[in-house]
Nanobody, 121 residues
Framework: QVQLVESGGGLVQAGGSLRLSCVAS????????MGWYRQGPGKRRELVAA???????NYAESVKGRFTISMDNAKNTVYLQMNSLKPEDTTVYYC???????????????WGQGTQVTVSS
C-alpha cells in the first residue's frame, strides 16, 4: 500500500503565505513525479505545480512567480510554498505521486485526501 499524507492547509489573508507538505509512505521502489493539484466545486482538477525526482518543475500560469514546489527525495516529501496568495486560490489542494512500487511494476498515480486552503480578502 501507498499513502500520501498532506498537511499545511488553512486560512490566510490575501497576500499571505502557506506551505503545504505531502509525505509518501509505504511500498515505494521509485518516485518519478510529485505534484499538487486543486479542484473547486464543479470544476475539473487542475495542475498547480509538479516536480520530477531530477528536480525539473512545471507550474500553472496562474501561480508562476508566487508558488514554489520542491521535493526531498530522501524523505519522499513534496512541498508547495505559496506566497502572495489571492482569494481565487481558495479551494482544496491534492497531492499526487507517480511512482513504482517494485522493480517489476510500472508507474501508477496515487492521491492524497486533500487539504483546504482558504484565502480571505
Amino acid at each position: 500500500q501507498v499513502q500520501l499524507v498532506e498537511s499545511g492547509g488553512g486560512l490566510v489573508q490575501a497576500g499571505g503565505s502557506l506551505r503545504l507538505s505531502c509525505v509518501a509512505s509505504g511500498s515505494i521502489f521509485s518516485l518519478n513525479v510529485m505534484g499538487w493539484y486543486r479542484q473547486g466545486p464543479g470544476k475539473r482538477r487542475e495542475l498547480v505545480a509538479a516536480v520530477t525526482s531530477g528536480g525539473r518543475t512545471n507550474y500553472a500560469e496562474s501561480v508562476k512567480g508566487r508558488f514554489t514546489i520542491s521535493m526531498d527525495n530522501a524523505k519522499n516529501t513534496v512541498y508547495l510554498q505559496m506566497n502572495s496568495l489571492k482569494p481565487e486560490d481558495t479551494t482544496v489542494y491534492y497531492c499526487n505521486a507517480n511512482l513504482r512500487r517494485s522493480i517489476r511494476s510500472g508507474p501508477s498515480d496515487y492521491w492524497g485526501q486533500g487539504t483546504q486552503v482558504t484565502v480571505s480578502s
